[in-house]
């Protein structure tokens, strides 16, 4: 990792932790106990230059972000028209785990809150495919985007599964409603261990990286999705992408992103560069705290909102 502008990033990220603010996710064990202290950011060009402060290597579990990229492997399977039509793309104004639904047509508001990210999950590989290897397309997927093999973290998923019981009453209310037709259970299992991916901040730049370079890996070269595809994900992040405070972050921020309550969070610029925080230390929304922070600083500094 290359550190030419390492003394503004340093700064960056000294500023954004001066105080101690917010707690780390309290609702899974594993996440809970996380040192709470941890800290980086790390930035990836579109031609794979990464600079980096910080615990730039420190592994954690991608959790939410990883709601972004299957929908963009769900995308790459199915297409737009069909993908939109079991899953919309308004923000829902509700927090990430609501037990909520479209009134009329009864399909989940967008995928990056639960309820359409697990409808989400269920839509990579065809029909009938056995949990097994749904999970490995996910997880190789991810690992595309990514640009080397990841794994997941057994502690992190065991401790989530064995509380996952707002996650198992969306997996039934989608099941009731014919919106998934796999077994509940099977699907939260699948769901959880896909938010247990491990990533270090530095693999979240290059996945954000990829998407802010056209759905090409900048170091691998390899096109992971579809330019529309890309397009199509970035919007959903846009407006959806930090649930309730969505708009605050649109208004403030200014770029698509995605959180995830292990602490990561990524926003890409298109043409430009990936972003990628972590700290656990989380805000009201779920969402790092100093990961808002820091992007809001960069985003002030230099220009980064697209308005
Ligand atoms: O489903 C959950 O509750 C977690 N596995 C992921 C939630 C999450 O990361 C929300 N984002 N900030």
């Not at 954000?208 to 529309?228: F, H, R, Y």
């Amino acid at each position: 990792m290359k550190t030419p502008i390492p003394d503004y990033l340093q700064l960056v990220l000294n500023y954004c932790s001066q105080d101690n603010p917010g707690e780390t996710a309290q609702y899974i064990p594993e996440l809970a106990d996380a040192d709470p202290d941890r800290c980086a950011l790390v930035l990836s060009t579109v031609d794979g230059e990464v600079y980096g402060v910080g615990d730039t290597d420190v592994e954690f579990s991608m959790q939410s972000i990883s709601k972004a990229f299957v929908y963009a492997l769900a995308l790459e399977e199915h297409g737009i028209d069909y993908v939109v039509s079991r899953v919309g793309v308004e923000p829902s104004g509700e927090a990430f785990n609501e037990l909520s639904l479209e009134h009329d047509t009864r399909r989940p508001l967008n995928p990056m809150i639960n309820a359409g990210a697990i409808t989400m999950h269920t839509m990579v590989g065809p029909p009938g495919i056995s949990p097994e290897e749904r999970f490995e397309r996910i997880l190789s997927g991810m690992s595309a985007f990514a640009g080397r093999d990841l794994s997941v973290d057994e502690a992190v998923y065991e401790s989530e599964i064995e509380t996952a019981y707002r996650n198992l009453a969306i997996a039934n209310m989608l099941r009731n409603y014919r919106v998934i037709e796999d077994r509940p259970l099977d699907v939260v299992r699948g769901y959880v261990r896909q938010c247990a991916i491990k990533v270090t901040t530095r693999d979240l730049a290059l996945m954000a990286a990829t998407l802010a370079n056209s759905g090409v890996q900048p170091i691998t070269g390899e096109q992971v999705i579809g330019p529309d595809n890309v397009r199509q994900t970035l919007s959903v992040m846009m407006s959806c992408g930090m649930y309730d405070g969505a708009g605050d972050w649109m208004s403030t921020v200014g770029f698509p992103a995605k959180s995830g309550v292990g602490g990561g969070l990524i926003g890409a610029l298109p043409g430009q560069v990936g972003i990628a925080t972590f700290s656990p230390r989380l805000d009201k929304h779920g969402s790092s705290l100093r990961g808002v922070r820091m992007c809001k600083r960069l985003s002030d500094d230099m220009g980064l909102h697209i308005m």
